[in-house]
T-cell receptor
Framework: SQQGEEDPQALSIQEGENATMNCSYK?????LQWYRQNSGRGLVHLIL?????REKHSGRLRVTLDTSKKSSSLLITASRAADTASYFC????????????FGTGTLLAVQP | DGGITQSPKYLFRKEGQNVTLSCEQN?????MYWYRQDPGQGLRLIYY???????QKGDIAEGYSVSREKKESFPLTVTSAQKNPTAFYLC?????????????FGSGTQLSVL
């Protein structure tokens, strides 16, 4: 079964609005990562948050991690049409060296 | 430019045929991975290698084989035993270590069955 489950499965917003995606997971983790995938392309790493961190920022991205609830959220502020893509969370489990487990993704469509 | 190169971009397989997907990296990374992605799905780990001449099965290794004879190369063979091979295959690499560091991905190979 997938370690990470993203919510919602699909999200459609207008340019300039904020987009929030959530990820839940089941086991203890070393870190949680977010990736972006444009259609038919490889994934691109966005941000990594470690299990002892609660919030991290990178440009227009803000990631939170709540290990007590085993959940994370990705916020994209002031969205642009170019942000249209699928977004995946991936968890690095404790004791599972170098094995990232990916969720099923959120498809974000930003309407111009 | 440093990166990961996958080839070919599109590949067609006939019944009973083995096909090999290429993955090369010049990032000097120790660890390399193969993932399978089905439409609307997340990525599932097929095989991974943390060092040359060593590799481990992932969650869906049946019907696949790999080799790691060089640090730069991690080819994946989809054998005739894989009855449902149509998928998007992604190769990735990382610097390794025990802390599940970030992955760098290639642009993928779409495999279809004729």
């Amino acid at each position: 079964s997938q370690q990470g489950e993203e919510d919602p499965q699909a999200l459609s917003i207008q340019e300039g609005e904020n987009a929030t995606m959530n990820c839940s997971y089941k086991t203890s983790i070393n870190n949680l990562q977010w990736y972006r995938q444009n259609s038919g392309r490889g994934l691109v790493h966005l941000i990594l948050i470690r299990s002892n961190e609660r919030e991290k920022h990178s440009g227009r991205l803000r990631v939170t991690l709540d290990t007590s609830k085993k959940s994370s959220s990705l916020l994209i502020t002031a969205s642009r049409a170019a942000d249209t893509a699928s977004y995946f969370c991936a968890t690095g489990r404790r004791g599972a060296t170098n094995k990232l487990i990916f969720g099923t993704g959120t498809l974000l469509a930003v309407q111009p | 430019d440093g990166g990961i190169t996958q080839s070919p971009k599109y590949l067609f397989r006939k019944e009973g045929q083995n096909v090999t997907l290429s993955c090369e990296q010049n990032l000097n990374h120790d660890a390399m991975y193969w993932y399978r992605q089905d439409p609307g799905q997340g990525l599932r780990l097929i095989y991974y290698s943390q060092i040359v001449n060593d590799f481990q099965k992932g969650d869906i290794a049946e019907g696949y084989s790999v080799s790691r004879e060089k640090k730069e190369s991690f080819p994946l063979t989809v054998t005739s035993a894989q009855k449902n091979p149509t998928a998007f295959y992604l190769c990735a690499s990382s610097s390794g270590g025990v802390h599940n560091e970030k992955l760098f991905f290639g642009s993928g190979t779409q495999l279809s069955v004729l």
